[in-house]
């Protein structure tokens, strides 16, 4: 092991959104005295409305909408498993490999084409990669995690994550290490850091080389398939089977046909809302007016807890983004959402993440002001910037550069930068670069010129160099008397060049899902257990509240694996599941036909991609497969879909294979795979 300083209210459910008048638009029934008990065959959601005297027509609010119907009559096929997850990422992989490893008979169903992305860096309490290190204080940890959330997360919750976090790394750790990777500890420096008095443990691990195949959740899901469980991608769920007795299982789309799946045991691992603009904006109106980048995963559109709430269950009420201050954008660019011509809401920038972002060198306004403490946790700095014009910052430095980022010695994610600059050999011109921040910062050699190409006019640009000169002043006197920032996190603006960009938000995440408690069961309006039902990851709430500790690195990814590993192994030990149940088999969907038994003629077929929906154009003609147009293409220009769209690389993929069995590219899962499953559409319109 290497040891280094970086790293490369009431709830809402159905009555309580309603009751709680934060969602506009929702009607509330003000003088309910004589209210109708509801009808026998009400839905759970439905009697918890009718109950607390709320309108059932009018209640729902426009994001939660109204559960799908399925008839009997159109379900394809039914299979029974005690145990049904939902969702493949951090915490559903967790799951399903904890279910195989037990011998449980499990099936785990993902809307993608194939395993999400991991993230990857986890948070482990006194593991022993850190034993040489000073010991975390759990009692101090549990508390400073219950101070973040202003003491509205559930104690217990939080106790069970402590308690169990090291098994989870340690046993994470054998399946990477096995896989030829060596784990590496984030030691935070011995200084103050955020402006007052934060608690830092070293418990912040990850696996070099990290992000590159195979990954965690790779591992878990291919261990999942190997020990006979039944693992369907392209599986999206429809809706929870409940009643009043709790959750039965769920109805999926499978490839186009709809399959019951029946289990006693249903755990929602389906990721936040960050993918919904409509939930989005009512729900989290701050975070959309500073936010202007998206680092989410595309599908995380919150269809997993919307589903918990047709069931009976509840949503934590407050809202919880996962926000980093690196959404760089042009000069001029408001934050929020921008109406694209597909009629999708989307953010405006397109870099993902700009890391040198969260360095502490001095941000202002566009009035050229400077307005808080930039040595603060990153949502911190984020929320006093949706305070100021168009909900943006600019963030200056001058030639000094390198050698300041060395000396802020940052912590968590942000310590990327100081790799790259203190270990890596880039100066921080060049990793701007190769970070994708060309055509986003820019450079100049006096002040007064930094100003005028970064936007500010008149007043603005006289308040900006007064600020400048100002801040020199601070540098001067080593004090910050303005917002109390350390000083050795305190720069200078005197040698040129000068660097200035503009930034919003990256929005990460949701983690304000569905409610639940220790057991990861998810808990009505009134905080009690909806039988059957549980909730894992970003789909569940209950352990962070209105903020991320940024100072906890590795807690968000980590407090995923632990819920989703720690709720299966619950599950077995309450119910007394044992190893040796037999493994259902699920039948493959229609496969995809061969180019040589279609019809001639153009077709176009769609999915999900990161960014919206993806149409692949082909013409067939003699048996032979052209790809005459893939688009629109809103994925992540920083990833390399985007290009491979661009420069033709799929297309030239698809018409080597003449089939959707191509290689795709790497760190572009989610586009290759709604290129494969548009093309299969496609080429089942053509199907003779």
Request: proline share 4%.
């Amino acid at each position: 092991m290497d040891r280094r300083s970086f790293v490369t209210g009431s709830a809402l459910g159905l009555a309580g959104i309603a009751a709680s008048g934060a969602i506009a638009g929702v009607a509330l029934a003000e003088e309910a005295a004589a209210t109708e008990a509801p009808a026998a065959t009400a839905t759970a959601a439905e009697g918890a409305l009718a109950s607390a005297g709320v309108s059932i027509p009018d209640a729902a609010p426009a994001w939660l909408g109204a559960e799908p119907e399925v008839a009997d009559a159109d379900i394809t096929a039914t299979y029974d498993c005690d145990i049904f997850v939902v969702g493949a990422g951090c915490a559903g992989s967790a799951a399903a490999v904890t279910a195989a490893e037990l011998g449980l008979n499990c099936i785990t169903v993902e809307r993608a084409a194939c395993v999400p992305e991991t993230r990857e860096y986890l948070c482990g309490v006194n593991t022993k990669y850190t034993a040489g290190e000073e010991p975390v204080d759990t009692g101090k940890l549990l508390n400073e995690i219950s101070r973040y959330s202003s003491g509205k997360a559930d104690r217990d919750l939080i106790k069970m994550f402590i308690d169990n976090s090291a098994e989870t790394v340690e046993w994470v750790g054998s399946y990477l290490e096995a896989a030829g990777k060596e784990c590496v500890i984030d030691v935070p420096s011995d200084h103050a850091t955020g402006g007052t008095d934060y608690y830092l443990p070293v418990v912040q691990h990850d696996w070099e080389p990290s992000y590159t195949y195979p990954m965690r959740n790779d591992l878990f899901m291919e261990k999942a398939a190997e020990e006979g469980n039944a693992v369907l991608y392209n599986c999206k769920l429809v809706k929870l089977i409940h009643d009043e007795e709790g959750v039965k299982g769920g109805i999926c789309d499978y490839e186009g046909n709809l399959i019951q799946i029946n289990a006693a045991h249903t755990v929602i691992a389906t990721g936040g809302y960050g993918a919904n603009p409509e939930m989005m904006m009512a729900l989290q109106p701050d975070t959309v007016h500073c936010t202007t980048a998206c680092s989410y995963h595309g599908l995380d559109d919150g269809s997993g807890i919307k589903a918990g709430i047709w069931a009976g269950g509840s949503k934590q009420p407050d809202a919880t983004p996962m926000i980093f201050d690196r959404g760089a954008v042009v000069p001029g660019q408001n934050a929020g959402y921008e109406l694209c011509d597909d009629g999708v809401f989307r953010f405006p920038g397109k870099n993902y993440q700009l890391n040198i972002g969260s360095q502490p060198f001095l941000k202002v306004n566009r009035d050229g002001k400077r307005f808080a403490n930039e040595s603060t946790p990153y949502d911190n700095m984020l929320f006093a910037t949706r305070r100021q014009p168009g909900g943006v910052f600019c963030q200056v430095f001058d030639g000094n550069c390198d050698e300041d980022i060395v000396r802020f010695s940052m912590i968590g994610c942000a310590s990327y930068t100081t790799a790259m600059v203190r270990d890596a050999g880039f100066t921080a011109e060049e990793f701007i670069s190769m970070d994708g921040g060309d055509g986003l910062f820019v450079k100049a050699d006096t002040l007064e010129e930094l100003a005028d190409k970064l936007g500010f006019e008149g007043d603005a640009k006289d308040t900006f160099l007064a600020t400048c000169e100002h801040y020199n002043e601070l540098f001067d006197a080593q004090k910050d008397d303005d917002y109390g920032k350390e000083d050795y996190r305190l720069s200078e603006l005197r040698t040129p060049p000068f660097y200035g960009c503009w930034y919003g938000a990256s929005l990460l995440g949701t983690l304000d899902g569905l409610n639940i408690n220790a057991k990861m069961q998810v808990l009505d309006a009134d905080y009690n257990v909806v039988p059957g039902l549980y909730a894992a990851g970003d789909a569940s709430g209950s352990f962070f509240y209105t903020n991320y500790p940024e100072y906890i690195p590795g807690l968000a990814a980590c407090r995923s694996v632990t819920e989703g590993r720690q709720c299966v192994k619950m599950i077995a030990e309450d119910a007394g599941l044992v190893a040796g149940a037999e493994k259902t088999q699920v039948e493959a969907p229609v496969a995809t036909p061969a180019v040589a038994d279609c019809a001639d003629g153009t077709y176009t077929g769609s999915a999900e991609g990161i960014g919206g929906t993806l149409n692949v154009t082909i013409e067939i003609s003699g048996g032979k497969l052209t790809v005459t147009e893939i688009g629109p293409n809103y994925e992540t220009p920083r990833y390399p879909g985007y290009g491979a769209i661009e420069n033709g690389t799929f297309a030239e993929q698809i018409e080597a294979a003449q089939s959707d069995q191509i290689d795709g590219v790497t760190m572009a899962t989610v586009t290759t795979g709604a290129i494969k499953r548009a093309l299969r559409d496609a080429l089942l319109q053509a199907a003779k």
